[in-house]
């Protein structure tokens, strides 16, 4: 970021100078030369703002990469139609709560009990032990990848959007 804001009124300066020179100096040739100069320094100007978005701008959470176990779990919620009455990431039907975060808000042990027998307003699948432990991994590997909703954000000078305070 600072290197920026330093290099920025020196580019600047040069630039003021090029276009008096092109103004004043009606030959072809240096108002080419004018012009070339201020491609390259345009140039310059988006090559370091690529470099810093695609670099310093980017910054992944580590996330497992999903295991077997959990991509079954992501099978049997795609089947059993979870996302008909919850979200994930604010994504999904409004019946029940968000999903995203559950594992670390309230417990494997209790995710599980309303898989293993549901309650008034959620059904009882009628899951066995491992398709149970599989939709926990799917959602232990949906709660690795982030926090929703995000709670304190930080907006660079830039314009890119990081989360401050993830627990992860
Ligand atoms: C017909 C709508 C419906 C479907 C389909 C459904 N649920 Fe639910 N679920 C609910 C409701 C409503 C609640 C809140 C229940 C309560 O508090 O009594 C809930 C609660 C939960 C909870 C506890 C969440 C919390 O924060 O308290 C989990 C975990 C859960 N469901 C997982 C699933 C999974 C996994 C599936 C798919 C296999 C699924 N649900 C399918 C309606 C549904």
């Given at each position: 970021m600072e290197p920026f804001f330093v290099a920025f009124p020196l580019h600047y300066g040069n630039l003021?100078?090029?276009?008096?020179?092109?103004?004043?100096d009606a030959s072809h040739g240096s108002s080419l030369i004018a012009h070339r100069t201020i491609f390259a320094a345009l140039f310059l100007l988006f090559s370091a703002y690529s470099a810093y978005v695609y670099t310093a701008g980017t910054k992944a959470l580590n996330a497992e990469p999903m295991n077997d176990r959990a991509r079954?779990?992501?099978q049997l919620f795609q089947r059993n139609n979870c996302t008909a009455c919850h979200q994930i990431y604010g994504l999904g039907g409004y019946?029940?709560?968000d999903l995203t975060n559950v594992i670390?808000?309230?417990?494997?042990?209790?995710?599980?009990?309303?898989?293993?027998?549901?309650?008034?307003?959620?059904?009882?699948?009628?899951f066995k032990q491992?398709?149970?432990?599989?939709?926990?991994?799917?959602?232990?590997?949906?709660?690795?990848?982030?926090?929703?909703?995000?709670?304190?954000?930080?907006?660079?000078?830039?314009g890119t959007?990081?989360?401050?305070?993830?627990?992860?």
């Open positions: 003021t100078s090029v276009f008096r020179h092109a103004d004043n079954h779990g992501q019946m029940g709560p670390s808000r309230r417990g494997r042990a209790y995710a599980s009990a309303f898989l293993a027998a549901g309650t008034q307003r959620m059904p009882n699948f009628h491992a398709e149970i432990s599989a939709l926990l991994a799917y959602l232990d590997f949906v709660d690795a990848t982030g926090t929703y909703p995000p709670t304190n954000y930080h907006i660079s000078w830039l959007v990081s989360q401050a305070d993830d627990p992860r």
